[in-house]
């Protein structure tokens, strides 16, 4: 389970993201602040257009497996004379398809508008003069420009598919200086050659240009995968009975210290099933309606960065479901009528549709990659490093590191019709079930419950 936990909330760090303000900071002086500002927007641009396609099978998975095991029958006596508990067990198992684990990736481009090129630059025909309104902003237009320029010419490439959080390693996207200064130097939509306007008319800004394409990293990565083949998770509940035909559900994992890979984590879980069957003039077999709303929350420090996450999901479940007593060995042929208290039947058949929905919200504090920070100088170049610091550098006097973290909000949803079909065997106060649940990720459940 603790797996299944890690990987969807430790990468759920896509799709909104606000930039701190970066500004000039003596102490970084081997740093670039336009290609810094550069670096930060990109990181933005790459989590919004990738982050739900890469985030989303997981979410599916957690909804099939969080939304299901909450029955394994739909009987529930009118009324006792004690209350009763029922303590369960339930492990859910499901195999990633292949369809799952990976997506096509997006990387940021832009197409060539003079409405946007006004809000970084003027060009007055009559002059011939060139104005920079803002140096930063251009620079990044004209990266977007060039790169989406190199794509259309299949001059930079894109990789056919990234890894989804449930597939593998990522491909890196490379990014030739080279071929960026020459896409830059030729780019000429209409036949108006941008960058010669600008040498012309403000040759430092056609250097800052040429500079930045040069020291823009070489090589930009999408999140890796996890490589999930398997998930298997489990969960533990009490239920609860019974009032007026009607029983209630209880889940809870208390909030807990699960590690450095985990963090504080809780679950909590509530339902309430009636049955239906009660209001029935003959009773041929058991149905009832159930309804659960579940939570959970998790706070950590994450990664080498010691990026800080804070998640909360929440979960409801609407389920309409049935079972039936069979007897086949034994000489009660047929239950019909007959209180599911005064025999034990060989086996009970069980299903049942339900929807269920999940909604989970992020907050997230990052910094860029280790990995941009050594070619950006903001930490060391790697080449300078020992051993033992390559993967993990240090901050030391002149390689600040990265000090203006990016907060990323995440906001994603799933829903889910489950259809499942199980058997359910009791003896002595104890039940064993197994089932099958067939929905966008068809999984395996059983467990082993105890009633007293």
């Not at 990987?7 to 759920?12: K, N, R, V």
């Not at 489990?234 to 007026?244: A, N, R, Y």
Request: charged share 15%; aromatic share 14%; proline share 6%.
């Amino acid at each position: 389970m603790k797996k299944i936990i890690y990987i969807l909330f430790s990468c759920a760090i896509f799709v909104t993201v606000s930039l701190a303000q970066t500004t000039y900071d003596s102490t970084m002086p081997h740093v670039d602040q336009n290609i810094l500002k550069l670096c930060k927007s990109l990181t933005k641009d790459i989590f919004t257009q990738n982050g739900v396609a890469y985030l989303q099978p997981m979410v599916e998975v957690i909804n099939a497996t969080s939304n299901s095991r909450f029955y394994s029958g739909a009987y529930v006596p009118k009324e006792v004379k004690k209350p009763y508990f029922r303590l369960s067990i339930n492990g859910m198992m499901g195999f990633t398809r292949k369809d799952m684990k990976t997506y096509k990736p997006i990387f940021p481009t832009d197409s060539f508008d003079l409405n946007k090129l006004s809000k970084y630059m003027t060009y007055d025909f009559f002059t011939k003069k060139v104005t920079i309104l803002d140096t930063s902003g251009l620079i990044l237009y004209a990266f977007k420009l060039v790169v989406g320029d190199g794509i259309a010419k299949d001059s930079i490439k894109i990789p056919a598919t990234e890894p989804t959080i449930l597939g593998g390693k990522a491909t890196p996207i490379m990014l030739d200086s080279n071929t960026l200064r020459f896409l830059m130097h030729n780019y000429a939509p209409g036949g108006l050659n941008i960058y010669n306007l600008i040498l012309a008319s403000a040759p430092g800004m056609a250097l800052k240009l040429d500079s930045a394409m040069g020291r823009i990293p070489n090589a930009f990565f999408m999140p890796d995968g996890v490589s999930i083949n398997t998930i298997l998770t489990g969960i533990p509940q009490i239920e609860i009975g019974s009032l007026f035909g009607t029983e209630a559900l209880i889940r809870v994992i208390p909030l807990i210290d699960m590690g450095p890979n985990i963090g504080n984590f809780a679950f909590w879980g509530f339902g309430l099933k009636h049955s239906i069957s009660q209001y029935f003039p003959e009773r041929y077999f058991d149905l009832a309606v159930q309804a659960v709303y579940q939570g959970t929350y998790l706070k950590n420090n994450v990664g080498l960065t010691n990026s800080e996450l804070s998640a909360k999901g929440t979960f409801w479940n609407f389920n309409l479901q049935f079972s039936k007593d069979v007897n086949i060995f034994s000489e009660q042929s047929s239950l019909q009528n007959i209180k599911k208290e005064d025999y034990d039947a060989d086996f009970t058949v069980y299903g049942g549709i339900s929807y269920g929905m999940l909604k989970v919200h992020s907050d997230y504090l990052y910094y860029l990659p280790l990995s941009i920070q050594m070619q950006i100088g903001l930490l060391p170049p790697s080449d300078s490093l020992p051993p033992e610091q390559k993967l993990n550098p240090k901050p030391r006097p002149g390689y600040p590191g990265d000090k203006a973290p990016q907060s990323t909000t995440v906001d994603l949803k799933s829903n889910n019709f489950i259809f499942n079909i199980g058997l359910v065997k009791e003896f002595k106060g104890f039940s064993i079930f197994l089932d099958y649940n067939i929905s966008k990720f068809n999984i395996f459940t059983g467990g082993i419950a105890y009633q007293f």
